[in-house]
């Protein structure tokens, strides 16, 4: 009588492979990275600059210089000097000065246009740094809460593990109270953590705290 041979292929397609759940590889928590990404102010500032038009560079350039001190000294100097050599006898400009308030007053608005254009152009720095700063903000913000929740995902999976090591105690007949009472670490791993005796044979079981010898 012949035995029946099964394949070897046949036989490993029949073989029962261990199931691996997918709770335990799939990630705990799935982070949502914020989409916005970091710039660097100064960079595009300068790229702005140096894609400004004429009159713009004009504005710009008269705004820093009419901003300075040393214009301020120089143009009180100027007045100031002008009134005293008036008061010479060769003055061409007597009390009040009317050619003096004329060229003092006259160019006043062009200049003034020109400084409220120059200063909004300068001022362009600070509005792309106040945006990064509400953008980086909101990103910081959003990884809080990104933590939060990761931690908050934590602790349910640590208290699912608890309730489990629980349900695995009192159904092996272990109550809490009696781990408390007793010292869950001591009692009931002292059987796998104690040395043997010197000289002692090495088959004899060590028994645990309050247990006694089966004969």
């Not at 394949?7 to 928590?29: I, R, V, Y």
Request: hydrophobic share 45%; charged share 15%.
């Amino acid at each position: 009588m012949q035995e029946e041979t099964t394949p070897a292929s046949a036989q490993a397609e029949q073989t029962p492979q261990p199931a691996h759940p997918h709770h335990l590889t799939s990630a705990l928590f799935h982070h949502q990275p914020h989409l916005h990404q970091p710039r660097n102010v100064n960079l595009i500032h300068e790229a702005e600059k140096a894609a400004a038009g004429f009159n713009q560079r004009v504005a710009v350039g008269m705004t820093q210089v009419f901003q300075s001190m040393i214009t301020f000294w120089i143009i009180l100097s100027w007045i100031v000097g002008w009134i005293l050599l008036n008061f010479l006898p060769l003055a061409w400009d007597r009390l009040p000065w009317p050619l003096l308030l004329c060229l003092a007053s006259v160019p006043q608005l062009p200049l003034m246009i020109v400084i409220m254009v120059g200063q909004g152009l300068l001022s362009r720095k600070q509005e792309l740094q106040a945006d990064e700063q509400f953008h980086t903000t909101m990103s910081t913000y959003h990884d809080i809460e990104e933590i939060m929740k990761h931690l908050a995902a934590q602790d349910a999976e640590l208290l699912r593990h608890a309730h489990m090591l629980i349900h695995l105690l009192e159904k092996n007949g272990i109550s809490l109270q009696q781990l408390a009472t007793e010292g869950a670490t001591t009692s009931y791993l002292s059987a796998f953590v104690q040395p043997q005796p010197a000289g002692g044979d090495s088959a004899t079981p060590v028994l645990a705290e309050g247990e006694k010898p089966t004969t």
